[in-house]
């Protein structure tokens, strides 16, 4: 059974190694840099999956002091949004609707509270599953960076929340 709950410190451990599992979909990250984003967080979530962790996202609110690249962009373009700026399921847990569920859980806390909610996909290297996802439900295109100096280009996405 699919278990969401907000993310605590004990859950930091396993996200870490499931982010840093996840390079080049996610970017690498540090204790120090994943308790910081925990902290910053709108809304952090872990799912389990009976008992065992499956997976974790990290959302953040406007204005805070985050120098990811993407989350610049998106600040440069909107005032009221809510950006996920991470979301990883453990291989062994996927197809079991987590990615869905976390979705679900944002919308549902953020629908009223942000305008949008935002978040970016690879386009190169092409993340085609993470794409076609996005894209069934609700997000649109609009802008494309590059990032890692170069090395990726990201499709930026937007979700109005009503």
Not at 25 to 51: F, K, Q, S, Y
Not at 60 to 72: C, E, I, Q, W
Not at 129 to 143: A, M, N, T
């Amino acid at each position: 059974m699919v278990n969401i709950r907000e993310t605590t410190a004990d859950d930091l451990p396993a996200a870490l190694a499931l982010n840093n599992g996840s390079v080049p979909a996610l970017n690498p990250l540090d204790a120090a840099e994943i308790e910081r984003l925990l902290g910053m967080a709108a809304l952090a979530l872990t799912a389990e999956v009976d008992g065992a962790f499956a997976g974790f996202c990290i959302t953040v609110p406007p204005r805070v002091d985050y120098a990811s690249l993407n989350y610049g962009w998106f600040s440069r373009k909107y005032d009221d949004f809510v950006y996920l700026d991470r979301i990883a399921v453990d291989p062994t847990y996927r197809r079991l609707g987590i990615g869905k569920a976390f979705y679900s859980g944002v919308v549902e806390r953020f629908t009223g509270v942000f305008a949008h909610l935002l978040c970016e996909v690879n386009v190169r290297p092409r993340n085609e599953p993470s794409l076609l996802f996005h894209h069934s439900i609700g997000f649109r295109e609009v802008g494309q960076q590059d990032t890692d100096g170069g090395n990726k280009t990201v499709s930026l996405l937007a979700l109005r929340l009503e």
